[in-house]
C-alpha cells in the first residue's frame, strides 16, 4: 500500500502572526478528531541552547553558599526538620530560586515572536502570575518536607550531605519552575487558580479543624476566632487577582477575533466585577466590625454569578447547546439549594454556602475554559470568512 503525500497551504494572515519562515519547523497533531498545525517548539527542547545552564548554575552557588555559611557558623551536622534545619532553607531558597527564574524567564518569553501568552499579558497581572506560581512550589516543597521528615524522623545530615541534597533540590524546582515560565498559558493559569483556591480553604479547614469550624459557616475560616483566618482571607483576595489577570488575558486575546463585540464588554465587565466581589469577601470577613459589608459584597457575589448564569446565551458568541444545558443547570441546582437551605431548613449554613460555592466557582471556571476555546474557534470563523470573501 503506497503512502498518499498531502500539501497544507497556510494563509498569509496566520504565517505573518506566527513570524513563520520557510525553514520554520511545524509539526501536524490530531487533537479531539482536528488536524492542529503546531509550531515544531519544543517542550521536548525547552532545555537546550543553554537553558539548562541557569538550573544547576544558580543551585551550585547557593548551595556552596549554604555550605561556607555552615563551615563559618561551625555546623557541623543539620536536622533534616524543625528550625533552622534542612527543610527550612529547602523551602525559602527553593522558592527564592525558583520564584527569580520564573519572573526572569518569563520576562524573556515575552520577547519571543511565538509567544502569544506573555505577550498579552499586561504588566498590573505580572506580580500576581509570579507570586502564584511561588505559592504553589511552596506548598509543594512544605508538603514534601513535611512528608520526608515523617518518613526520616530524627535525621540529620553532615554539612556536605546537605549541601547537596540542597543541591538536588534546588535544580529540580528550578528546572520546573523555568519548564512552566516557558509553556504557561490560559490553561495553565486556570489549573494555578484552582490550585490556589483549593490549597487554601482546605489549608483553612485543617488549621481549624479543632475549633468545629463546620459548626458556624464558611465564613468563619477568616475570622477572628478562626486559627489564621487571614490565610482563608488572603486566598479570596489572591484567587481575585489571578482571575482578573486570565481575564484580562482572555479578553484582549478575544477582542482581536471580534473587536467591536459590546456584548464582551458587558461580559468581561461583570467576570471582572465578581472577581473584584470575590476579593472583597477576603476583604471584608465576617467579623463583628465589618459584618454588615461581608454579608453586602457576599449577596451582590450571588448576584453576579446569577447575572452571569442568565446572560451568558446573550453574551457569549457561538455557545454551545450543552454548555447553556449546563448553566441552566447549575443555576436550577443553585435555586433548589437556596430553597432546601432558607424555606425548608434541610441544608444547615455550611453545606449551603459549600454547595453553592463549589457549583458557581466550577460553572466560573467552565465558562473562562470556553471562552480560551471560543479564541481558537473565532480564528477559524474569521479565517472561513475571508476565505469566502475571495472566493466570491
Sequence with gaps: ??????????????????????????????????????????????????????????????????????????????????????????????????????????????????THFSQNIYWRNFPVIVLSFALI??????????????????ASFGRVTASLILFAFGVVTNSVMIYFALVVDAGVLSTVLILVIISGVVIAMAV???????????????TNGAASGWQFNATLIFSALLMIALIDYLFVRLHEVFPKSRQLLVLRTLLTLTALDLGMVGVFPNNANSHELHDQVAVLLVYFIIALIVGV????????????????????????????????????????????????FGWLLMLLDRIEALIDVGTEGVLERENNEKNG
Excluded: C
Design 137 to 154: 512550589l511552596g506548598l509543594v516543597l512544605t508538603g514534601s518536607m513535611w512528608l520526608l521528615g515523617v518518613l526520616f524522623k530524627g
Design 208 to 222: 481549624n479543624n479543632q475549633k468545629y469550624w463546620w459548626q458556624h459557616n464558611l465564613s468563619f475560616l477568616g
Design 1 to 114: 500500500m503506497t503512502k498518499k503525500e498531502f500539501h497544507l497551504k497556510i494563509p498569509a494572515e496566520f504565517s505573518d502572526q506566527l513570524h513563520l519562515k520557510e525553514d520554520t519547523p511545524v509539526k501536524l497533531v490530531v487533537k479531539r478528531d482536528r488536524l492542529v498545525v503546531q509550531l515544531n517548539e519544543p517542550r521536548q527542547q525547552l532545555f537546550q541552547n543553554r537553558v539548562l545552564l541557569w538550573p544547576v548554575l544558580t543551585a551550585l552557588v547557593v548551595s556552596l553558599g549554604f555550605y561556607i555559611f555552615l563551615r563559618l557558623q561551625s555546623i557541623h551536622t543539620v536536622k533534616l526538620v524543625g528550625n533552622y534545619s534542612l527543610a527550612t532553607m529547602i523551602i525559602l531558597l527553593g522558592v527564592s530560586m525558583g520564584t527569580l527564574l520564573f519572573a526572569g524567564f518569563f520576562i524573556r518569553d515575552r520577547k519571543n515572536p511565538h
Design 313 to 360: 446565551r446573550w453574551l457569549l458568541p457561538d455557545i454551545t447547546k450543552d454548555f447553556l444545558y449546563l448553566s441552566d443547570g447549575v443555576g436550577v441546582a443553585l435555586v433548589v439549594a437556596a430553597l432546601l437551605f432558607q424555606v425548608f431548613g434541610y441544608f444547615s449554613l455550611t453545606a449551603f454556602e459549600m454547595m453553592a460555592f463549589v457549583l458557581a
